[in-house]
């Protein structure tokens, strides 16, 4: 409920949370996600004149056990055993990297360094992470100090899904080493290109070397090779229990069918959300196969929130034959359980013949809509008019509605705008002025705040001329 505090999606940039901080005599500033704590780190160490830079890693591993793999437990559904599963795969992550020279690892470890503000463990009894050589962990030196294996874990784990029967066994339905560590950006200087520098962390996924080198950190850090069956031993629910793995370089047996999920209509807040559970028989034979279907909120960490959607069909498929399963989720369903973070996780489990199982997800993030255009040109020291449009994507009347604008070099201070009621599924345009005092491009963030629906953002990018 971000009770005494501020919700993380509100803040836009690190001078108003530094300011607070200020002048609130050093006392904590609340809340913060992993995009709050990176920024404000980003700002802090620039100023004390270390070169520093954001890194975005989508899939991001949260590897709770130092196993260097991802380990989740689903029931018949689907569904995500919280009780069970102790790591977990973020949708994305973010922390920082700086720049300089390693003195007390050696001068080939030298460059960017991880440094990773966001509290997730601790290491050495404190919420802390880094500095961890970006060049170790390409090469699998985990065994190098401060936190080398939870930064090689959020990029390169094993991805390992476990079905919990109701007898407490359980069976691999799913394995991926490709899984973990998406698109890992940073910010172009100059510009807001993004810069993919996943080859900085790994090799390329699935090459003998990306291969080599986690099996290396496997050596180093448990002492045996990574084949064949480890013993590990793991809590669960107040008990300890001794477990195996499985290889988990080899692939789990793959299913006579396979499938996907597919989005019907772009999925909108406020509407209901169509979709198609899409399966094909690969065989020769009919199948007959039993669709375990299931829908959950959940946040950017893909942690469930509340279950909105539970059933099951059964299907027979013709020789490679292709069949779809609409699916349809009510704005009823999502609405009062979905989150700031606008997301929904659609699993479904699918139980062949002969015990085989294919299980499919789907992360669906909702969109909004806003759009901001300039109406004049923009010069320093001259008003320039701005159009903002949203809409109201409910089917009911909106009143509360507040327009947050900021931008360095465009306004001095935030300024805020209440917005006309709005009727529903009614777009409407509200224009203002602001005078720009420095020149080169600039960001103008626009926020649409309303405790209706969660927050819609926008930017635009504005050249400011020195002068006509």
């Not at 704590?37 to 949260?62: D, E, K, P, Q």
């Not at 460059?111 to 170790?136: H, I, K, M, N, R």
């Not at 940073?186 to 807001?192: E, F, I, L, P, R």
């Not at 103008?444 to 001329?465: E, R």
Request: with cysteine.
């Amino acid at each position: 409920k971000y009770i005494g505090g501020t919700s993380p999606l509100h803040w836009r940039g690190s001078v108003a949370i530094l300011y607070k901080w200020y002048k609130g005599r050093y006392k904590p500033v609340k809340y913060g996600q992993c995009w709050v704590f990176a920024g404000v780190m980003c700002t802090v160490l620039r100023c004390l004149g270390i070169a520093t830079r954001i890194v975005s890693n989508f899939n991001s591993a949260h590897d709770t056990d130092k196993s260097l793999s991802v380990d989740k437990y689903v029931d018949s559904f689907g569904r995500t055993l919280e009780d069970i599963t102790e790591d977990s795969m973020w949708n994305f992550h973010v922390w920082n990297e700086s720049w300089f020279a390693r003195r007390d690892l050696g001068s080939s470890y030298n460059g960017w360094q991880v440094l990773d503000a966001t509290p997730q463990e601790e290491s050495e009894g404190v919420f802390q992470c880094g500095p961890a050589s970006v060049t170790a962990i390409r090469e699998g030196d985990v065994h190098l100090a401060h936190d080398g294996p939870f930064v090689f874990a959020e990029v390169n784990a094993d991805y390992i899904t476990w079905l919990w029967n109701e007898d407490d066994s359980r069976e691999r339905v799913y394995s991926d080493t490709k899984k973990i560590g998406k698109c890992i950006s940073t910010k172009a200087v100059g510009s807001n290109t993004r810069v993919d520098i996943t080859s900085h962390y790994k090799y390329p996924e699935g090459s003998r070397k990306e291969r080599q080198v986690y099996r290396k950190a496997v050596r180093k850090l448990f002492g045996v090779e990574a084949s064949g069956r480890r013993d590990r031993i793991r809590r669960v629910s107040g008990r300890v229990w001794a477990s195996w793995r499985d290889d988990v370089l080899e692939p789990a047996k793959k299913p006579n069918i396979t499938g996907k999920f597919k989005l019907l209509e772009p999925p909108v807040i406020g509407q209901n959300i169509k979709l198609a559970i899409c399966l094909t028989n690969l065989t020769s034979r009919l199948q007959r196969v039993k669709v375990n279907l299931s829908a959950a909120t959940i946040l950017y960490t893909r942690r469930p929130v509340a279950e909105i959607l539970h059933e099951s069909h059964s299907i027979k498929l013709e020789p490679e034959e292709e069949k779809r399963i609409p699916v349809e989720i009510s704005y009823s369903e999502y609405k009062k359980d979905l989150t700031d973070d606008k997301k929904i996780l659609v699993a479904a489990m699918c139980l062949v013949s002969k015990g085989e199982k294919l299980l499919l997800e789907k992360d669906i993030t909702l969109e909004d809509f806003i759009a901001i255009k300039m109406l004049s040109p923009a010069v320093v020291g001259e008003a320039l008019a701005v159009e903002v449009t949203i809409a109201n994507p409910l089917s009911e009347r909106v009143e509360d509605c507040l327009l947050i604008m900021e931008g360095s070099g465009l306004l001095r201070e935030q300024l805020n705008i209440d917005v006309p009621a709005l009727e529903p599924q009614e777009k409407a345009r509200v224009q203002f002025e602001i005078t720009p005092y420095k020149s080169g491009n600039r960001q103008l963030q626009v926020d649409l705040i309303s405790t209706h629906f969660p927050n819609i953002k926008g930017f635009l990018i504005i050249h400011v001329a020195a002068t006509k």
